[in-house]
C-alpha cells in the first residue's frame, strides 16, 4: 500500500465516517448508508482492513428486499432525520425488506457491490477465508442482479429498466418537487413496474445502469467459478444483453453512448459522463470505445461536475479497452483534484473547487485505489513488465 500522504488523509476520512456498521458517505450531510458509496468503500478499504471492506459489503446485502433488490439508501433508525430523501418518503417499501428491523428506500442503484464484492476477495490472500465471504455474499448478488433483470425487465428488451433518477447512483438527489412526485408514484404502485408506468412517463434504460449489470454479471460468473457453481447467467443471456446495449444506447449522430427513453422509444441526445463511465461494463470494443471517448471529451468536457467515482469507472474502462495512457491520466487528474481541493462530493469541471459535501467517503475510498494502482504500475515500470489490460472486447 502506498505512504502518499494523501492517503494516509483519505484513511482518516474513512475513520471518520465510520459508524461500526457502516461507512456514511457524508457525516455532514448523509448520515445514512447509500448502497453506492459503500461499495467503493469496500473497494478501498479491502488493502487497509480487509474484514472491515467485507463487513461494508455484508452491510448492504443486510438490506436487501425479499425480491432481491438492494435498496439505494439503507436507513440509521437511530437518525430517523437529517436526510433527505428520508424513509418517510418510502411506506410501503419496508413490507418488501426481508428484515423487518431495516428501513430502506424504495429504489434500486447501479449494483457496482458485485464488483465490490469480486475485487475485496481478490485481495484476501487466505483462501479459506475468501472463499467463505464470495460463498456468503453469493446469494445476495445473484438475487439483486436477478431482480434487475427480470422485475426491470420490459416486454421489448433485456435491458434495466429505471423507473427514478436517483436510481442512477452516481448522481446526487435535485431539490425539485418532481422527483418526489415519481417517489410517491412508485410507493402508490408498492414498487410493480408495470402499475407505475401506467401513471409515470419516466422509465428509462440507463446506460451506467445497464454497463454495470452487465460488468456484475461476469463478475458473479467468476465468483461462481472460484465456489463451484453453475454460471448465474448463460453466455447467450449476456450476448443478448450485449447487443440490445449497443443498439439502444449508440448514438450514431453524436457518437457516443447515451440513455434510453422507454417512454418516447428514443434515445436521450444528451452526453453524460455516463457514457465514458460505460466502457467500465467491458461490454464495448475497442474502436467504438475510442471513438466514444474521444467524442465525449469535445461534447462533454466542460459540462458537468467530476465525480471521483465515475472517474475511477472511466479509468478502468479505458484500461480494459486498451487505451493505458488515456487511463492514466484520468487517474492523475482526478487525483490531482482532490490533493487542490479535498475530498469533495465532486469538483467544478473548470476550475477544480469543491462542490456538494466535503470529506466524502467514496472519494476518499476511490482516491486510495487511484493511489494503489499507481503505485502498481510505477513498480511494473520500473521492473520492465507492462501494464494487465483485462477483458478488451474486440
Given at each position: 500500500?502506498?505512504?502518499?500522504?494523501?492517503?494516509?488523509?483519505a484513511?482518516?476520512?474513512?475513520?471518520?465516517?465510520?459508524?461500526?456498521?457502516?461507512?456514511?458517505?457524508?457525516?455532514?450531510?448523509?448520515?445514512?448508508?447509500?448502497?453506492?458509496?459503500?461499495?467503493?468503500?469496500?473497494?478501498?478499504?479491502?488493502?487497509l482492513?480487509?474484514?472491515?471492506?467485507a463487513?461494508?459489503?455484508?452491510?448492504?446485502?443486510?438490506?436487501?428486499?425479499?425480491?432481491?433488490?438492494?435498496?439505494?439508501?439503507?436507513?440509521?433508525?437511530?437518525?430517523?432525520?437529517?436526510?433527505?430523501?428520508?424513509?418517510?418518503?418510502?411506506?410501503?417499501?419496508?413490507?418488501?425488506?426481508?428484515?423487518?428491523?431495516?428501513?430502506?428506500?424504495?429504489?434500486?442503484?447501479?449494483?457496482?457491490?458485485?464488483?465490490?464484492?469480486l475485487?475485496?476477495?481478490?485481495?484476501?490472500?487466505?483462501?479459506?477465508?475468501?472463499?467463505?465471504?464470495w460463498?456468503?455474499?453469493?446469494?445476495?448478488?445473484?438475487?439483486?442482479?436477478?431482480?434487475?433483470?427480470?422485475?426491470?425487465?420490459?416486454?421489448?428488451?433485456?435491458?434495466v429498466?429505471?423507473?427514478?433518477?436517483?436510481?442512477?447512483?452516481?448522481?446526487?438527489?435535485?431539490?425539485?418537487?418532481?422527483?418526489?412526485?415519481?417517489?410517491?408514484?412508485?410507493?402508490?404502485?408498492?414498487?410493480?413496474?408495470?402499475?407505475?408506468?401506467?401513471?409515470?412517463?419516466?422509465?428509462?434504460?440507463?446506460?451506467?445502469m445497464?454497463?454495470?449489470?452487465?460488468?456484475?454479471?461476469?463478475?458473479?460468473?467468476?465468483?461462481?467459478?472460484?465456489?463451484?457453481?453453475p454460471?448465474?447467467?448463460?453466455?447467450?443471456?449476456?450476448?443478448?444483453?450485449?447487443?440490445?446495449?449497443?443498439?439502444?444506447?449508440?448514438?450514431?449522430?453524436?457518437?457516443?453512448?447515451?440513455?434510453?427513453?422507454?417512454?418516447?422509444?428514443?434515445?436521450?441526445?444528451?452526453?453524460?459522463?455516463?457514457?465514458?463511465?460505460?466502457?467500465?461494463?467491458?461490454?464495448?470494443?475497442?474502436?467504438?470505445?475510442?471513438?466514444?471517448?474521444?467524442?465525449?471529451?469535445?461534447?462533454?468536457?466542460?459540462?458537468?461536475?467530476?465525480?471521483?467515482?465515475?472517474?475511477?469507472?472511466?479509468?478502468?474502462?479505458?484500461?480494459?479497452?486498451?487505451?493505458?495512457?488515456?487511463?492514466?491520466?484520468?487517474?492523475?487528474?482526478?487525483?490531482?483534484?482532490?490533493?487542490?481541493?479535498?475530498?469533495?462530493?465532486?469538483?467544478?469541471?473548470?476550475?477544480?473547487?469543491?462542490?456538494?459535501?466535503?470529506?466524502?467517503?467514496?472519494?476518499?475510498?476511490?482516491?486510495?485505489?487511484?493511489?494503489?494502482?499507481?503505485?502498481?504500475?510505477?513498480?511494473?515500470?520500473?521492473?520492465?513488465?507492462?501494464?494487465?489490460?483485462?477483458?478488451?472486447?474486440?
Open positions: 500500500m502506498t505512504d502518499d500522504p494523501l492517503a494516509a488523509a484513511r482518516r476520512v474513512l475513520r471518520a465516517n465510520d459508524t461500526g456498521r457502516w461507512t456514511v458517505p457524508s457525516r455532514a450531510r448523509h448520515p445514512h448508508q447509500w448502497s453506492w458509496d459503500s461499495a467503493f468503500v469496500a473497494i478501498g478499504l479491502a488493502a482492513a480487509w474484514d472491515r471492506a463487513a461494508e459489503v455484508d452491510a448492504i446485502l443486510a438490506a436487501r428486499w425479499r425480491e432481491g433488490m438492494l435498496p439505494h439508501v439503507r436507513y440509521d433508525t437511530r437518525r430517523p432525520t437529517g436526510s433527505f430523501p428520508g424513509p418517510n418518503r418510502w411506506p410501503r417499501a419496508q413490507a418488501h425488506v426481508a428484515d423487518s428491523a431495516v428501513r430502506t428506500s424504495g429504489i434500486a442503484s447501479p449494483p457496482i457491490v458485485v464488483t465490490a464484492a475485487l475485496v476477495g481478490r485481495r484476501q490472500p487466505d483462501r479459506e477465508r475468501r472463499l467463505a465471504f460463498r456468503r455474499t453469493y446469494r445476495g448478488l445473484l438475487g439483486c442482479l436477478e431482480h434487475l433483470a427480470t422485475a426491470r425487465r420490459l416486454p421489448d428488451s433485456p435491458l429498466a429505471v423507473v427514478h433518477p436517483w436510481e442512477r447512483g452516481w448522481d446526487g438527489p435535485p431539490d425539485g418537487d418532481g422527483h418526489l412526485v415519481l417517489a410517491e408514484l412508485l410507493d402508490e404502485a408498492d414498487y410493480d413496474v408495470a402499475t407505475y408506468r401506467e401513471v409515470s412517463a419516466f422509465c428509462v434504460n440507463d446506460v451506467l445497464d454497463a454495470l449489470w452487465y460488468r456484475a454479471a461476469r463478475d458473479l460468473g467468476e465468483i461462481a467459478g472460484e465456489l463451484g457453481e454460471a448465474p447467467f448463460a453466455r447467450g443471456r449476456l450476448d443478448e444483453f450485449a447487443a440490445a446495449f449497443e443498439e439502444r444506447h449508440w448514438d450514431p449522430e453524436l457518437g457516443v453512448y447515451v440513455d434510453w427513453d422507454c417512454a418516447a422509444a428514443r434515445r436521450v441526445a444528451t452526453p453524460t459522463a455516463a457514457g465514458v463511465a460505460a466502457l467500465a461494463g467491458g461490454l464495448i470494443g475497442v474502436g467504438r470505445a475510442r471513438a466514444a471517448w474521444e467524442r465525449h471529451r469535445d461534447l462533454a468536457s466542460d459540462r458537468e461536475p467530476v465525480r471521483a467515482p465515475v472517474s475511477w469507472l472511466v479509468a478502468g474502462g479505458l484500461d480494459g479497452c486498451a487505451m493505458p495512457g488515456e487511463a492514466a491520466r484520468v487517474r492523475a487528474e482526478t487525483l490531482d483534484l482532490v490533493r487542490r481541493a479535498g475530498f469533495a462530493e465532486c469538483f467544478d469541471p473548470v476550475s477544480g473547487a469543491a462542490r456538494g459535501a466535503g470529506e466524502c467517503s467514496a472519494t476518499a475510498a476511490v482516491t486510495i485505489d487511484l493511489l494503489d494502482q499507481e503505485a502498481s504500475a510505477s513498480r511494473r515500470s520500473s521492473s520492465g513488465g507492462s501494464a494487465m489490460v483485462p477483458g478488451v472486447r474486440e
